[in-house]
């Protein structure tokens, strides 16, 4: 069955950084999108970032570019979420998420478009 499994949360204190992992599984596609979306307490899920397999294009939320990077190992069927200069305010449960409407998640970045969804994985930062 098709899986995502979230990894790499945890405290951390501000300026720091975090790299969250997505492994993927179970299936054969190579046309698909990964996206990173984050929750915080009281808040609307919001879309971070994603990255498309078939040509590697990426898209960012635009509060978080210069911060945030996301990047795939192929050999690996793992995306990766490197956070850099971490701010309290992006204390969230993070998920990641697969999607095979490749075009339209990776305009939307919005969770409408992605159909398979990991446990998520709490970050935390402390001022």
């Known amino acids: 069955e098709v899986q995502l499994v979230e990894s790499g949360g945890g405290l951390v204190q501000a300026g720091g950084s975090l790299r969250l992992s997505c492994q993927f599984s179970?299936?054969?596609?190579?046309?698909?999108?990964i996206g990173w979306f984050r929750q915080a307490p009281g808040k609307e899920r919001e879309g971070v970032s994603c990255?498309?397999?078939?040509?590697?294009?990426?898209n960012y939320t635009d509060s978080l570019k210069g911060r945030f990077t996301i990047f795939e190992d192929s050999a690996k069927n793992t995306v990766y979420l490197q956070m850099n200069n971490l701010k309290p305010e992006d204390t969230a449960v993070y998920y990641c998420?697969?999607?095979?409407?490749?075009?339209?998640?990776?305009?939307?970045?919005?969770?409408?478009?992605?159909?398979?969804w990991g446990q998520g994985t709490q970050v935390t930062v402390s001022s």
């Open positions: 998420a697969l999607s095979f409407a490749t075009s339209q998640a990776m305009r939307n970045m919005n969770s409408w478009w992605y159909d398979y």
């Open positions: 179970g299936f054969t596609f190579d046309d698909f999108a």
């Open positions: 990255i498309s397999s078939r040509d590697g294009s990426t």
